[in-house]
Structure formats: structure tokens, C-alpha cells
């Protein structure tokens, strides 16, 4: 699966309210679909700006690949799952 992302320098770009841009890490950047790009391509006037120049979109790649092994984690997806199940409820 492609997602994308805007990038200045080695921070992440996440998207505020009134057009506002944090630089983050990438798990709290904001990420799109690719049906979002024109939105996105907005994002990276504004961002321009809004002085982040030099950002850049980026595209991540992400790869599910299963359930993780080992210590700690099958418990941790247990509940995971069990939070997804109760969620699909609710839906």
C-alpha cells in the first residue's frame, strides 16, 4: 500500500487546524491515500508559506505482514483485536 507524506528536511509535516504545520516524527505526521493527493499538493503550497521551504512529499510503504511474535506482543495484539472486534460493534 502507497502513502504519502510532506517532508522538511528529516521531519514529518502534520496538518493543523487554520493551516497550521507541527514537525514532527512519523507517527504523528499526517499521511494521505492517494486519492488525497490534490489535497496534499495544496498542503505543500501552504506549507512553502508558511516557511517550510524545501518540503517535499515523500511516499511510505507500508507492508502488513501479520501478527508480531515474541515476548509482550501477542498479548498486546489480543487486546488490539479485541478493542477492533468491539469497535466493528459499534460501527
Known sequence: MRLYALK?????LRTGPGG??????????SVFSPEQLPVLR???A?????????????????RETGVLEGQGETAVC??????????????
Open 8 to 12: 522538511h528536511e528529516s521531519r514529518y
Open 20 to 29: 497550521a504545520f507541527t514537525g514532527t516524527g512519523l507517527e504523528k505526521a
Open 42 to 44: 495544496e498542503h505543500l
Open 46 to 62: 501552504q506549507a512553502e508559506k508558511a516557511g517550510y521551504s524545501g518540503s517535499h512529499i515523500v511516499v511510505l510503504e507500508v
Open 78 to 91: 489480543e487486546k488490539d483485536q479485541e478493542a477492533a472486534a468491539q469497535w466493528n460493534k459499534l460501527c
